[in-house]
């Protein structure tokens, strides 16, 4: 069994009376996974690494990066 450092100062009388008050036992709220009260208004992943399936990102910073080089031809200061 592992050894507990627990968080409540040094122990003078009881030491379950002092582990019963630690953090470890603090009473906890279970959030429902499936049925009622289980829904959450941010996601879990909320849009990590999305990325277009049509390849439509690769096509439009193709298109910016040729239509700019088109205007540096036309305008020097560009």
Same mark, same amino acid.
């Given at each position: 069994?592992?050894?507990? %450092?627990?968080? /409540? &100062?040094?122990?003078?009388?009881?030491?379950? !009376? +002092?582990?019963?008050?630690?953090?470890?036992?603090?009473?906890?709220?279970?959030?429902? %996974?499936?049925? /009622? &009260?289980?829904?959450?208004?941010?996601?879990? !992943? +909320?849009?990590?690494?999305?990325?277009?399936?049509?390849?439509?990102?690769?096509?439009?910073?193709?298109?910016?990066?040729?239509?700019?080089?088109?205007?540096?031809?036309?305008?020097?200061?560009?």
């Amino acid at each position: 069994m592992a050894e507990y %450092q627990h968080k /409540k &100062g040094k122990v003078s009388d009881n030491a379950l !009376h +002092a582990l019963l008050h630690d953090p470890l036992f603090r009473q906890r709220v279970e959030v429902n %996974q499936k049925g /009622k &009260g289980s829904y959450r208004r941010k996601d879990k !992943h +909320a849009r990590k690494g999305f990325s277009e399936g049509s390849g439509k990102d690769r096509f439009t910073t193709a298109l910016r990066s040729a239509v700019l080089a088109g205007l540096a031809r036309h305008n020097p200061l560009l």
